[in-house]
């Protein structure tokens, strides 16, 4: 890594809290600088303003996020639905948890797909093909049975990805967004286990 990019990295890494903090709109380039430890003229060395460093730190996030994501469904844990539960809660705490804890939120969550759409929306539909993948190996080798529930993986994982919204959205009105998540998953598990193997297991 070059001097440069250690330069980016901790700028990025003291502008999310202070976005956090004071939400989008009351950020000023002032705060960020002050955050980093480096004068305002040194961070316009490295961002001509806060909607491209805001891009910027959303293009880091989204593909650490994607890249955790794929680690967690190619894991060692046998049980494919146990490691998509992974992969959704790794998704979860590195792309909405840090902005669901802020008072502006919404305001946040706005910001990004006024500013970085192409990014959110790019990173969406590689976890729509990587859940989709997982979920069409499982039901190959048998491990789930969608055929109680009319939908191919593809219709499955589209499911899942507006759960994940929905509950993304229900944290703001004092929900959990993990404890959600894990009801959900649950819900999931009862719906795709094959039948035999819920009868072995309720024996």
Not at 87 to 99: D, G, T
Not at 109 to 135: E, G, H, S, V
């Amino acid at each position: 890594m070059t001097q440069n990019d250690r330069k980016i990295c901790q700028i990025l890494d003291a502008a999310l809290p202070v976005f956090v903090r004071f939400g989008f709109r009351k950020t000023a380039m002032a705060d960020i600088a002050r955050a980093a430890g480096i004068s305002r003229a040194s961070l316009y060395l490295s961002f001509n303003s806060k909607e491209e460093l805001f891009r910027a730190g959303s293009m880091r996030a989204h593909t650490r996020a994607l890249d955790k994501v794929a680690a967690a469904l190619a894991g060692q844990r046998n049980n494919t639905l146990d490691r998509m539960e992974m992969a959704i809660a790794v998704f979860q705490r590195e792309l909405i948890a840090p902005f669901g804890n802020s008072s502006d939120a919404e305001e946040l969550f706005a910001a990004n797909m006024a500013l970085a759409a192409d990014i959110t929306l790019d990173a969406r539909a590689r976890l729509l093909t990587m859940l989709t993948q997982t979920l069409n190996a499982a039901a190959e080798t048998k491990e789930i049975d969608l055929e109680p529930l009319q939908a191919s993986p593809v219709q499955l994982a589209n499911i899942m990805m507006a759960a994940m919204d929905g509950i993304k959205h229900a944290q703001w009105n004092g929900s959990s967004l993990d404890e959600d998540t894990k009801l959900f998953m649950r819900l999931l598990r009862v719906a795709v286990t094959p039948r035999s193997d819920q009868s072995s297991q309720s024996r």
